[in-house]
């Protein structure tokens, strides 16, 4: 019964990420048998979406597989019934994100891509474009999935389930990411790591770590004080104390050290920003156009090894995993993002949370949370989901007021003047893409 | 990590249906190596053990596995150490459960062991030796599992959860064979179908059926109108209503009829009583008599195949499927009575549900429901699940007045003074197996 | 701030009961001084209304208030800027209601007014015209509050509540009623008894009685049981087992009779019918024909003391308190009929509840339930208000599959044979008053 | 019924308070006729307990009522049967309310008595005092209320709910003082005064507010913005801007400025601090002692005006308005702490909060919040009291790692690493005072 022409469409193809997705569909085309794949981009990227599609399309030929590649900048006629429609763009480009990064450390606080006042800059410019495609794909593809990529994940995700009727997961390569970290943390293959993950994107707590049958948790807790290994690429490492952990009762994601370490964070990006001037989204100016010098070769046929050190490592791999599942209709688990519906219990139903779901043919099935869990995750997941709803609402509706207290209660801005000052800063930076505050 | 000195006990290992797990466990041993297995018995049962041991014994040999049999009336040395144990047992025999049957019949109510008037009656019976058995694995196999099969599955299995600390689930094979009779009707292998079950023991409904990947739930219950293969055994085929079904907007299961359609359902046990003067207790009973006299065979070394004819079809299937995944982590979804947690939100946390879990090696782990659930199955759902709520009360504590309002606000029984009636008069009928009401 | 000029339209103004009511506001007038006060009838109802109208006019002008009556055939006029609406209708009048007793019993059913078949082919004729009301509120009077005496009065608030924007509580006279009696019972004055009731509308449960501050349920319900007067006039005394009550756990209301005691409450009514072929529509058109003979009395300017005869002791009393502590601001509690919203949190938010309540300008504010609840008591109340729910659905939106649901359910019914068959005999012999089912 | 025998208990009787509440049971002797009350201290407070109690002497010598007073330092006997018990302790007196203020400041954090990590230290002192206290309540008078004054009220109250089984509820004069201070800006008075104000202690919100029956919220909302009536004698009013306020949707009470502005707040109390080298302890220091000496006055027999200075306005009337309406079934509406049991139905059930209570002899019934509750309102109040129940568990069981977490998640403190600071210099600073920790 299962379609044998399957469309798939990648919004923001000219990504220098987008290799690392058509691999992804290259190895897997025996299970998942992508016939058209459109990479769709819009015309300010021309340049890079046709260096990306030639590499793309060199690869295709090389591994002899049959995908008809489809370069576009018609994003209707790529969401025209397709089945799979995945999203990862970045409004604005790197120079908007360098922006992110720098105004809030003005104001003392934490600069960073996708968490604090940064990624709620994010946020206002991406929730807009991101529902005029769901809106194509509620006319144009009902059906379709869209997976959707695009940071700040949980934000724009849960626009997508508050504001279209489409059906949608988010994804981020971070679940995955733990629970190769902690492979390799145990000294075994990842196949043998289940873990119980709950949260909300970016903001997640491992609970239950098994491995081979076995719960041992406890013994992660206390071999990961200190470890190296359990942070992502783009995250500065400086280690969780033991004690602290054992207090946390659960592993936190690379993410935290911006709420539980906020300090040391801070310094360690000021630090950097006031020695050399310069913020993340400068460094990942630098490796991008290295990465697209190195596509440009004519000779290059694979995903070259150095796109791995760009920081979406598993990126390909959680995609395709929860693409061929919802195809293969594989009843396996994995951490999606998802419409809440009651399994957190302290939160509200239609927010969105980033739990393990069973994976099948009519999408992501939550699965119930085993673990108790303590007031210390919960307080900290309630005021952050309350702060993901207001930037929902003030990215969705251009309502300023949602916006203003949308950073007042967020822990790592926390009071009415920084919040009004940074929301203004923020809405005068990016007027050009902020067409809802006009 | 697994251990190999697997150790089972099989609480009521006389029973006529021991040899299907039997030959489970023999078929099934190169993913669950059972090493000991224990079939335990009451010293009254010392003939059917036998018989059913001795075959056990047989039918092993010819298997040529290595499971070294005990047959056993030590409870505490089978449960010692165990890592699984199951319970099958029919506290006073099927002269009990004739008694079950034919008391309500007196009043003009539905006669049935395991729903109504008759079911209360077996859970009293049932619940304090069950919640005995716990106490003992509480002691001396703290890490084990117990499988309960033992009817009213929902009744005891919430029993257990309530009033002992160990881990449990309640197993039925109506779920199971509600999967085999969907297949049949579309004619496509078991292994294509997935159903979304919910609801509780012997009244749950399947809200979701997914062929192939593709939800063909409409498409089933038109079928399913006057379909005689979606029922139980042991259960009349009455057929539905093609447009009743479309009302429930759900395929209910085969107990259903004695709510839904409990005037005919009487009528006919009624009928059957009042011309033979039997009810389904007396044909079980002869059915037993066949099968045992088949059993004692000595050349008989294979699960006879008129034990299929018992009603039991598929306890087996669903028995090994749990054990082996809980074994081998499998991460499979299965449908079992587990505590409630929040999964059917309008039931309380604390009460046995039946629904679509994830079994890993922790255990059963409820998925969250799709369907949008109806106030016609919340209603009928919400008011058998308080009675069985009062009839664990009733059960556990000797807790008359419990009892009283149990059967008082059963949609089969109804009003106060049938309740008061019939209560007393099982209590007088079952006395010997009612310590609790002493 | 308050204002001086109300306005209340009474919709249904023909009804026996409208002396109550004014005699109420002639009462109350001090506190609550109606200014304009319409009477507002259908025309086949004319010389009802023209009856009630000039009795009315005689009681206003012998009590010497200021009050101007209107009576109209005009429901907007009279609706277009009130501060409140009651309403008392009788769609199809006492020869409807007579149907409505007699169709149950032809299945051997409880053929009642408000509660089982007969109370949901009432709600049938009911809710339609009660919605179209509310659309006329909605545009005349957006700020009024519509008081909703019309039964089955949980449904139509319910449905009110559910399909139009408006204000409204729905009112009964039980809850005065039941804190009458048990004055009467402990021999106090009824302004020391203070009852902590829940439940919905005719299934309801007082949980708590106290008595001058002094906490003294457990002693009513010893008292309680087989006394005669915890009744309402039109529901027979059977008295209640003492025994039964201490398992109950509180003191059920009268109409608990039908569900409890169905048995006898059956064989009640059919002996009358089967007897005398009348039902409790044929006494009450005779009381209401020999008031209406009393009303015509040019010589009679007061209400005439067999109203009270009629069945509707106190409904003044609770139209007007409740008026008035709007009005006035007053804080009080009163037990009305309001949207759920989590007070009883095993209901869903969006049904209609009759709940204790704080009554403040602007509107009921329910208290939370400080008794706990038994499943004896949730079970009962879940399974009939699933059946309202149900009802609701099936009378504002026509839903046939929803009506034969909601009979299915119903305890009073309880088979889809029986659910058939009454649904297609209440819709034929209704079908001049059920525009919604064409 | 009522009792004519009354016993009240102050604990803290020596408290500087106590003249407040002796005058207000002066005043109220007609409606709650105090036979007997006890004055309780420890033997370090003698000296204030005389002379507090001989100032007490000759007010209700003056008054010419029937007191009888006792002064104690036998705790046990003042509990013994007594109706109310009253709590007002500072365990380690205002020099370790100094040692609270001053240990955050060095940290560049809020040093304030109730909020923030000062709160907690002096929860830390005070939890394990209330806990034995309630265990003898709980043996000696066992239905006694506790009515607890004692801060922090919201942690108190809880650990008494949490860890005794004693009838209890926490009080604070910040609600009434809000319907004061909106009285004042309405200039009318405040018995015309209703709001609806919910949430935690010294963290709550007025969401609706309606003066002579007409709902003024959004008037008062905009009369708000900069007033200096809106906030307690005790915090440095620094105005709210108008556009927050409306942002909030409500109005915020005094201690929100700790939270919402912390920077300014942290400022004003540095610069003191750094200036004159006190904190807020220093300034009630000097009113205390200023006020024993004007107690010292002989010839004084009412209580001194310069009291209403000290900070606890409406003190009094607070306690005396909930005794009497609880002595005499009032069932009028105040707000206390209670246990939340769903009434914010995003807290967990078993923590207390501060809401809107019907008043009678069973105690205090939470009555529905009517408003919709906002993000912006939820997050921040979950995130507190999830601190709030950390604490109490650090608190009543000496839990460091519970107290670690408390103050990490602290919207005041926030990182690991002050945590932990704070919570190691807390406990050194208390030793004498937390048996809990040693």
Chains 1, 2, 3, 4 share one sequence.
Not at 344 to 356: R, T
Not at 401 to 421: D, F, M, R, S, Y
């Amino acid at each position: 019964m299962k379609k044998d022409n399957l469309k798939v469409a990648v919004m923001g193809g000219g990504s220098s990420y987008t290799p690392e997705l058509v691999e992804g569909f290259i190895k897997n085309h025996s299970v998942f048998p992508v016939r058209d794949l459109y990479l769709v981009d819009i015309e300010p990227g021309r340049q890079k979406l046709e260096t990306v599609g030639n590499l793309a399309k060199r690869m295709i030929e090389k591994a002899g597989v049959p995908i008809n590649l489809h370069l576009t900048f018609d994003r209707r006629e790529a969401i025209e019934g397709a089945d799979f429609i995945t999203t990862q763009m970045r409004i604005g480009m790197l120079d908007a994100r360098s922006r992110d990064e720098k105004i809030p450390l003005k104001y003392g606080l934490i600069g960073q891509e996708t968490t604090g006042a940064g990624g709620f800059a994010k946020a206002l410019r991406t929730v807009p474009v991101v529902l005029d495609i769901a809106k194509d794909i509620k006319e144009l593809a009902p059906d379709a999935f869209m997976i959707n990529f695009t940071n700040p994940a949980g934000i724009v995700t849960e626009a997508v389930l508050k504001y279209s009727g489409i059906r949608t997961m988010g994804l981020c390569n971070l679940p995955i990411g733990t629970r190769m970290q902690i492979a390799k943390l145990c000294e075994v293959d990842v196949s043998k790591v289940d873990i119980e993950m709950f949260g909300i994107n970016h903001l997640n707590w491992t609970t239950r770590i098994v491995v081979d049958g076995v719960d041992i948790t406890s013994n992660v807790l206390n071999k990961a004080a200190g470890a190296s290994g359990l942070t992502m690429k783009n995250i500065p490492d400086f280690g969780w104390d033991a004690e602290f952990l054992q207090s946390v009762g659960a592993l936190p994601c690379g993410y935290h050290r911006y709420y539980y370490m906020k300090d040391k964070a801070f310094e360690d990006m000021n630090k950097k920003f006031l020695e050399k001037g310069t913020t993340r989204a400068d460094d990942v100016k630098k490796v991008e156009a290295e990465l697209f010098e190195l596509y440009k070769d004519p000779n290059l046929a694979i995903k070259p090894p150095q796109l791995e050190q760009r920081g979406g490592a598993y990126y390909s791999e959680a995609a395709v995993n929860l693409i061929k599942s919802i195809y293969n209709n594989t009843r396996d688990i994995q951490t999606v993002n998802v419409r809440n519906n009651g399994i957190i219990p302290f939160l509200p139903d239609d927010v969105s949370v980033e739990v393990n779901c069973v994976i099948d043919s009519q999408g992501a099935h939550p699965v119930q949370i085993a673990s108790p869990i303590s007031p210390q995750i919960r307080g900290l997941l309630q005021v952050v989901k309350a702060y993901e709803e207001l930037a929902v609402k003030a990215a969705a509706e251009g309502d300023y007021l949602a916006g203003l207290q949308a950073l007042t209660i967020h822990p790592l801005v926390g009071t009415a003047e920084l919040a009004k000052k940074l929301l203004d800063e923020i809405i005068s930076a990016n007027k050009e893409y902020l067409p809802q505050f006009k």
